[in-house]
């Protein structure tokens, strides 16, 4: 028989977090921090508009592009939390989740050959994704010292007449980074420069413990060649629901749909409608689960600190992306005994690029009690480590 | 600060000062001064036990009662309100807006007992119109907390 496979994906490797899954999930009673989605229910009134919808008996396609009541209310949260004003008509879609979003504009914008640039360490699908639209990926390596932001140095050694896209991050998984304005500008200054595109995942805007999250395309000269990418999933609890969506340029998002439209039709009925409720009427219930979180992220910083574990302090996202470098093992080495020897499961920093070696993905959506016991345990666990080095 | 400290220590008020200046990022000396003088306005008036008697071997019965009353001169409804919740078994009065006027909750021994204590002291009361007996059957949820049910985590446990 002849193969029946294309070399492009094959040549893909399978996603890093993969082995670990399935040793985690053959122990019973391990304790998991390595879960990359919010720890909440959907909020009820979401949930109930979402039900609501079904008994109405909405259950057709949408639009393409998404259900009109949605793509107004996407249009209203990105101008209050962003002053930045986009068409609901041209200019917005609705996607099965961001990681769909990301896909299609890479999709839409690249041709064979060019270059991406994807910054590490970040979500596990970039580089794929890139690798499948035909493109290049060059990663940026990101830097502890700088507290994992892109600077313009590195934004600038990294580009060259090839380069077509940035993939911009941040609020960052699995370090919790953030870019406050003065970084954007900075990189914003280059990319006009250069005249290359971006697309910006800023899937966790909502979930930051500093100033509020300021998008790339609050910037001047730069909502015209952005792709801005973000999502219910982490803001209301809603990953199961499979929504996010998109904004770009009329001239981008055109193709953004066509691909859409023939690849998925449209996203989830139910989920949309759901959606539309979040937006209306969710900014009580994100706010009151981002201050459980920073009173998470306080308290793992603070149970670090005693520990004597180098982290340094993110300001977004669910994460905290402590170095173990002082151990003198590899991320997976140290993850593997932290798993056997006290039955916590994190993630190996290098499941999010080679650059993450030497650091882990802790995830912080999870309950402060159940946050107290897994840190017990890892105490233990490097106490002993330490006295082993001795 | 007061805010957020009220948010947390409704849910949980077993949490040791340390641990609360931590998950709010301030100092121990500034959240105890804080909660002292919350205590001393009277703004937190008791850090009490949640029980689901249910699963104990306690009798217990507890009812909601809807009492009218005529309101006195001068007094208003606060001088009934006050000879209710002196008894012991009164768990709450609530004066109430719509078709009765004071909500009171109290639990007894016994539905008799109840029933006992609202034939003879409550309707007997001067001023007091009428009542109607609620018995809780099942507590669904209570001060927030759902009884019927324990959290479960369902997710995935590791996941990109």
Known sequence: MRNPLADKIVKVKPSGIRKFFDIVNEMDDAISLGVGEPDFDTPWHIRDEGIYSLEKGRTFYTSNAGLKELKVEIVNYIKRSQDVSYDADHEVIVTV????????????????????????????????????????????????????????????????????????????????????????????????????????????????????????????????????????????????????????????????????????????????????EALRNGDEDVASMREA???????????????????????????????????????????????????????????????????????????????????????????RLREEKK | MREQILAIIEKNSRIDLKELAIILGAEEIDIANELKALEEEGIICGYHTMIDWEKTSIEKVTALIEVRITPQRGQGYDNIAERIYKYPEVNSVYLISGGYDLLVTLDGKSLKAVSSFVSDKLSTLDGVLSTATHFILKKYKDHGTILTKKYEDTREKITP
């Open chain 1, 97 to 276: 989740g961001g990681s769909e979003a990301i896909d299609i504009a890479l999709r839409a914008m690249i041709n064979p050959g060019e270059e991406v640039l994807i910054p590490q360490p970040s979500y596990v699908s970039y580089e794929p994704c890139a690798i499948l639209a035909d493109a290049v990926p060059v990663i940026i390596e990101l830097k502890e010292e700088n507290e994992f932001r892109l600077t313009a140095k590195e934004l600038r050694d990294a580009i060259t007449d090839k380069t077509k896209v940035l993939v911009l991050p941040f609020p960052n998984n699995p370090t919790g980074a953030i870019m406050e304005k003065k970084d954007l500008e900075e990189i914003a200054e280059i990319i006009r420069e250069k005249d290359i595109f971006v697309i910006s995942d800023e899937i966790y805007a909502e979930l930051t413990y500093k100033d509020k999250h300021v998008s790339i395309v609050s910037l001047p000269g730069m909502k015209e060649r952005t792709v801005l990418i973000n999502g219910f999933s982490k803001a209301y609890a809603m990953t199961g629901w499979r929504l996010g969506y998109a904004c770009a340029p009329r001239e981008i998002m055109e193709q953004m749909i066509k691909i859409h439209q023939f690849a998925i039709m449209c996203a989830p009925t139910t989920s949309q409608y759901a959606a539309v």
């Open chain 1, 293 to 383: 979180y920073n009173q998470r992220r306080r308290f793992l910083m603070n149970a670090f600190r005693e520990m004597g574990l180098k982290c340094f302090e993110p300001y977004g996202a669910f994460y905290v992306f402590p170095c173990i470098k002082e151990f003198g093992m590899t991320s997976d080495e140290f993850a593997e005994r932290l798993l056997h020897e006290e039955k916590v499961a994190v993630v190996p920093g290098t499941a999010f690029g080679d650059c993450g070696e030497g650091f882990l993905r802790i995830s912080y959506a999870y309950s402060l009690e159940d946050l107290k016991i897994a840190l017990e345990k890892i105490n233990h666990f490097i106490t």
